[in-house]
Nanobody, 119 residues
Framework: VQLQASGGGLVQAGGSLRLSCAAS????????IAWYLQAPGKEREGILC????????YYSDSVKGRFAISSDSSKNTVYLQMNSLTTEDTAIYYC?????????????WGHGTQVTVSS
């Protein structure tokens, strides 16, 4: 299982970014893929998960209405669209995969991508 997160960068508050998680080495539709963030000095926490069995699962209420997760099975890629970004969203963002169902503690991780939101 390999996961590659990309799309991070520096953005002003109120702006948008779209992160991508490219997956390989497994049957894409058999796995859930979720996004997580780790802010400076804090533990990693889940944001959103998508799976063919469960649909979309929210792990964080703070992103409702601002972040959206989607997947493109033809590209084996899951996206995280982030809108109305605030400085509180500054973190390293990771994608993780787990067989079948979403999990806050997936068995497979990709390298993170840094998102920095400036005021």
């Amino acid at each position: 299982v390999q996961l590659q997160a990309s799309g991070g960068g520096l953005v002003q508050a109120g702006g948008s970014l779209r992160l991508s998680c490219a997956a390989s080495g497994f049957i894409f539709d058999d796995y859930s893929i979720a996004w997580y963030l780790q802010a400076p000095g804090k533990e990693r926490e889940g944001i959103l998960c998508i799976s063919s069995r469960e649909g979309i699962t929210y792990y964080s209420d703070s992103v409702k209405g601002r972040f959206a997760i989607s997947s493109d099975s033809s590209k084996n890629t899951v996206y995280l669209q982030m809108n109305s970004l605030t400085t509180e969203d500054t973190a390293i963002y990771y994608c993780g995969a787990e067989h079948d169902y979403c999990s806050r503690y997936p068995g497979h991780w990709g390298h993170g991508t840094q998102v920095t939101v400036s005021s």
